[in-house]
Structure formats: structure tokens, C-alpha cells
């Protein structure tokens, strides 16, 4: 059995940066991609892929293109999050899917981890 367990959240003032960790423990295939969601406070948000990491290729949302940066060291994945803003405040949830970047969780992730929060606020 898998699990992903998340670490690094906290309060950040705007601007500021954090590190999020992801370890797996059980057996995760190299071939998965792993990678970070977040789902924003309010009703209707729905979980968004932040970035996800397989082998040498990645892929990121838009919004966090050149702050965020995601690194994988065997079956831990990190999400160095700089220029933090308010709206990237959200609970923040690894996973892991044998899918590639680019289709991953698509039909559901195979593995998540409990989500970790992080508020940007002054």
C-alpha cells in the first residue's frame, strides 16, 4: 500500500517562499508521475493540477510558471513555491498516477496524500 505524506505548509507573508515535501512510502514505480494540486477556500473550488513531475519532463499551470519550481528525488517530491501570492493560498495535495505530465489524474489519481495548508496573507 502507498502513502503520500505531505510536509512544509504554513503562513507566508505575499512574496515570500516556501518548500513543500512529498514522501511515498510502499513501492512507487518510477514511471509515475507525481505531483502537487490545490484546492482554494470558497464553494465550488475544484482541485487544480499546480505541477507534476515524471523522469525529466514537467508540466505547470500558467499561473505559477516561473515561481514555482518541482523536483523529484527518488519517491520524495518537492515544490519550491517563490513570489508567493494571496491567491495561491489553497491546501496543497500530492499525488501520484501512472499517467504522464500532461494526462495525469485525468481519470482520477491513483494516490493522494491528506494536503498540507498554506495561506499567503500579511
Known amino acids: 500500500q502507498v502513502q503520500l505524506v505531505e510536509s512544509g505548509g504554513g503562513l507566508v507573508q505575499p512574496g515570500g517562499s516556501l518548500r513543500l515535501s512529498c514522501a511515498a512510502s510502499?513501492?512507487?514505480?518510477?514511471?509515475?508521475?507525481m505531483g502537487w494540486f490545490r484546492q482554494a477556500p470558497g464553494p465550488g473550488r475544484q482541485r487544480e493540477l499546480v505541477?507534476?513531475?515524471?523522469?525529466?519532463s514537467t508540466n505547470y499551470a500558467d499561473s505559477v510558471k516561473g515561481r514555482f519550481t518541482i523536483s523529484r528525488d527518488k519517491n520524495t517530491v518537492y515544490l519550491q513555491m517563490n513570489s508567493l501570492k494571496p491567491e495561491d493560498t489553497a491546501v496543497y495535495y500530492c499525488?501520484?498516477?501512472?499517467?504522464?505530465?500532461?494526462?495525469?489524474?485525468?481519470?482520477?489519481?491513483?494516490?493522494w496524500g491528506q494536503g498540507t495548508q498554506v495561506t499567503v496573507s500579511s
Open positions: 510502499g513501492r512507487i514505480f518510477s514511471f509515475y508521475a
Open positions: 505541477a507534476a513531475i515524471s523522469g525529466s
Open positions: 499525488a501520484a498516477d501512472a499517467a504522464t505530465v500532461q494526462a495525469m489524474c485525468v481519470r482520477g489519481c491513483d494516490y
